[in-house]
Antibody, heavy 123, light 108 residues
Framework: QVHLVQSGAEVKKPGSSVRVSCKASGGPFSNSSIAWVRQAPGQGLEWMGGIIPIFDTPHYAQRFQGRVTIIADEATNTAYMELNTLRSDDTAVYYC????????????????WGPGTQVTVSS | DIQMTQSPSSLSASVGDRVTITCRASQSISNFLNWYRKKPGKAPELLIYITSTLQSGVPPRFSGSGSGTNFTLTISSLQPEDFATYFCQQTFSSPLFTFGPGTKVDIK
């Protein structure tokens, strides 16, 4: 059974950057499809972006375009999410999740999930 | 962009109650709809995918239905571990995804 292990909590200053890693362990993670989702305090789940190799390039939610970069290193079964120009409202728990596929291209679901990484942005 | 709404935003229920949560899409998403349970301090858990397929290991008290723009998640008999927040997710616009705002289920 594949498990996703994320890097540890981070405390960052406004305007800086954070990089969160997500490593698949317990088995190979086929096709390296990963999504990143965050949950700010008292808020819902927010999809930030992800990599699905069949689409060739990463895709990002519009509100994060230009500020987030997601890459996947298939050699090490590790994905990374980097968020730049941090603001206080970027304080959140950041999750990675595997993207699974059904028979149709749009049949996607997120499983498994990493345990989450707390990122706190504070001066 | 496809917008997702959920109702109610919160509800109070007792153990053993039947609970129904509704999710609506701003346009037809066929059956490309998933449900997740989120407990405080824990990662989300996949419950149901493609509207009605129960994820392996998820108890059969959970069921999903719907198509087009209207979807429901039903918990036939609420258990203590079900007090949590539930989120729907559309994948029609894959590889872009959207979650609903969530429905919090707490103890009456």
């Amino acid at each position: 059974q594949v498990h996703l292990v994320q890097s540890g909590a981070e405390v960052k200053k406004p305007g800086s950057s954070v990089r969160v890693s997500c490593k698949a362990s317990g088995g190979p993670f086929s096709n390296s499809s990963i999504a990143w989702v965050r949950q700010a305090p008292g808020q819902g789940l927010e999809w930030m972006g992800g990599i699905i190799p069949i689409f060739d390039t990463p895709h990002y939610a519009q509100r994060f375009q230009g500020r987030v970069t997601i890459i996947a290193d298939e050699a090490t079964n590790t994905a990374y999410m980097e968020l730049n120009t941090l603001r206080s409202d970027d304080t959140a728990v950041y999750y990675c999740a595997g993207v699974r596929f059904g028979d149709l291209l749009r049949e996607n679901w997120f499983d498994p999930w990493g345990p989450g990484t707390q990122v706190t942005v504070s001066s | 962009d496809i917008q997702m709404t959920q109702s109610p935003s919160s509800l109070s229920a007792s153990v053993g109650d039947r609970v129904t949560i509704t999710c609506r899409a701003s346009q037809s998403i066929s059956n490309f709809l998933n449900w997740y349970r989120k407990k405080p301090g824990k990662a989300p858990e996949l419950l149901i995918y493609i509207t009605s397929t129960l994820q392996s290991g998820v108890p059969p008290r959970f069921s999903g239905s719907g198509s087009g723009t209207n979807f429901t998640l039903t918990i036939s008999s609420l258990q203590p571990e079900d007090f949590a927040t539930y989120f729907c997710q559309q994948t029609f616009s894959s590889p872009l995804f959207t979650f609903g705002p969530g429905t919090k289920v707490d103890i009456k």
